[in-house]
């Protein structure tokens, strides 16, 4: 079992930047693919950037290329995600998702994929 909490959501004007956090606790992140999902109010939860166990592959959706980049430090159980030149379009709850996988350099961008999800963290970009 795995157990995920987000941090570092918070309000920032737009062009600003964030650092979202997720801790691991449980079993050791590192055999681990991890993700990031988002959702606006009253939409879906839809996908935004996911990392491989060994952190070698990376994935991001289009409209946040360029400005988010999603990280990994194993020895720290910890995912990351650096938001930056933020619009008000990203303003949504952010999740962090884990799922177990024994292909290293693999990563997953759907959310039936994935096992283990955070609370959220909530991030607000004003205009």
């Known amino acids: 079992q795995v157990q995920l909490v987000e941090s570092g959501g918070g309000l920032v004007q737009a062009g600003g930047s964030l650092r979202l956090s997720c801790a691991a606790s449980?079993?050791?992140?590192?055999?681990?693919?991890t993700g990031w999902f988002r959702q606006a109010p009253g939409k879906e939860r839809d996908f935004v950037a996911a990392?491989?166990?060994?952190?070698?592959?990376?994935y991001r959706v289009d409209s946040v290329k360029g400005r988010f980049t999603i990280s990994r430090d194993n020895a720290k159980n910890m995912v990351y995600l650096q938001m930056n030149s933020l619009k008000p379009e990203d303003t949504a709850v952010y999740y962090c998702a884990a799922t177990i996988t024994y292909d290293t350099g693999t990563y997953y961008s759907r959310g039936s994929e994935y096992m283990y999800w955070g609370r959220g963290t909530q991030v607000t970009v004003s205009s």
């Open positions: 990392i491989s166990w060994s952190g070698s592959r990376t």
């Open positions: 449980g079993r050791t992140i590192g055999s681990y693919a």
